[in-house]
């Protein structure tokens, strides 16, 4: 991939990556069910560092992750699309939605976590690592 570039629904917000990144995540947790509407939640992570707004300024949504750390979720005031999460347990990285993309031809999860949640009429592929919870 090397570089990508992605954006909201409508527009406003746009951004760059200049880096692959560090993961693919899928998390099942009805937190990341309720907040994309859907099944799953997927999660880039890349280096703070990698990332930069090229258009707009997000909105920011602060709540708490699961594992009770802090979580900053930064979206689009117009469109609402969520665009990624800064959680406080891991500085230094942006956990970037891979579906914002404008090619998300290249985007697999390398891990599933949150299974004990997980919808039973979805298979996760062999050999995939996956967690009941969090990792570790
Ligand atoms: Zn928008
Ligand atoms: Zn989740």
């Not at 280096?47 to 709540?63: C, L, M, Q, S, V």
């Not at 959680?87 to 891990?111: E, F, H, I, Q, R």
Request: glycine content about 12%; charged content about 15%.
């Amino acid at each position: 991939m090397g570089s990508a570039i992605g954006g909201c629904q409508c527009g406003a917000l746009r951004y760059r990556i200049r880096a692959d990144p560090l993961a693919v995540t899928a998390c099942h947790c009805s937190d990341c069910q309720t907040q994309s509407g859907s099944a799953f939640s997927m999660s880039m992570v890349v280096g703070e560092n990698d990332f930069k707004w090229t258009a707009g300024t997000p909105r920011i949504y602060h709540t708490n992750a699961d594992s009770g750390a802090t979580k900053e979720c930064l979206f689009c005031a117009e469109c609402g699309v969520r665009i990624l999460n800064r959680l406080g347990s891991m500085p230094g990285t942006l956990n970037v939605k891979p579906g914002t993309l404008d090619d998300t031809s290249g985007v697999a999860p390398t891990l599933h976590v949150w299974l004990v949640n997980k919808q039973p009429w979805l298979v996760i592929p062999e050999g995939t690592r996956s967690f009941d919870r969090n990792p570790g």
